[in-house]
């Protein structure tokens, strides 16, 4: 059973215009989420993440927004940029363990 | 190196050989994990190691995968008699701490088992 879905495995946007990026969870125990951004052959890295008592947080481009009673957060980027297009994948931590989404590929069109 | 470094980058193999993976963390980064991402499918945690502490395998797939890391750094995952379906880029990554700090990935190793 998967306990984090990311369920658009692809996204199209247009330079300049928000992504807007989903992601669901199960678990009401899991008390803080993150976002990882992966290029093609490269290791995911770390984008930015919320705690579960706070309901937004905003780094530059990039706000993430907790919604608990739904059990869902989402990325915004905003402008998005052709920099910007890759895989993005959610996480959600409980104790040690991060548990991953399947990922969404962002494809900025120019 | 600044980052996690993994060997090798790419390994292919035939059916039912043994192979080895290595996994160089950050130094000083006590947590240390393995994942293994298939085509299409998110990240599959394999295993965590924390210290001294003994590490949770609860992700390995079968008793065919298990890893060992030494002196709290380097770290290897042994896939004997490799099946088709091990084919997969292999991710490890490591933290200062473990638990909610941030996880420092390397590139990966992408096995091909023919």
């Known amino acids: 059973d998967q306990q984090v879905k990311q369920n658009s495995p692809s996204l199209s946007v247009q330079e300049g215009r928000i992504s807007i990026l989903n992601c669901d969870y199960t678990?009401?125990?899991?008390?803080?989420f993150l976002w990882y951004k992966k290029y093609p052959a490269e290791g995911p890295t770390f984008l930015i993440s919320?705690?579960?008592i706070k309901d937004k947080n905003e780094d530059g481009r990039f706000t993430v927004f907790l919604n608990k009673s739904a059990k869902h957060l989402s990325l915004h980027i905003v402008p998005s940029q052709p920099g910007d297009s890759a895989v993005y994948f959610c996480?959600?931590?409980?104790?040690?363990?991060?548990?991953w989404g399947a990922g969404t590929k962002l494809i900025i069109k120019p | 190196g600044a980052g996690v470094s993994q060997s090798p980058s790419n390994k292919v193999t035939e059916k039912g050989k043994d192979v080895e993976l290595r996994c160089d963390p950050i130094s000083g980064h006590t947590a240390l994990y393995w994942y293994r991402q298939s085509l299409g499918q998110g990240l599959e945690f394999l295993i965590y190691?924390?210290?001294?502490?003994?590490?949770?395998k609860s992700g390995l797939p079968s008793d065919r995968f298990s890893a060992e890391r030494t002196g709290g750094s380097v770290s290897t995952l042994t896939i004997q008699r490799t099946q088709q379906e091990d084919s997969a880029v292999y991710l490890c990554a490591s933290s200062s701490q473990g638990g909610t700090e941030t996880q420092y990935f390397g590139p990966g190793t992408r096995l091909l088992v023919l």
């Open positions: 190691f924390q210290g001294n502490s003994a590490p949770d």
């Open positions: 919320i705690s579960s």
């Open positions: 996480a959600a931590a409980s104790n040690y363990q991060l548990i």
């Open positions: 678990n009401s125990m899991f008390d803080y």
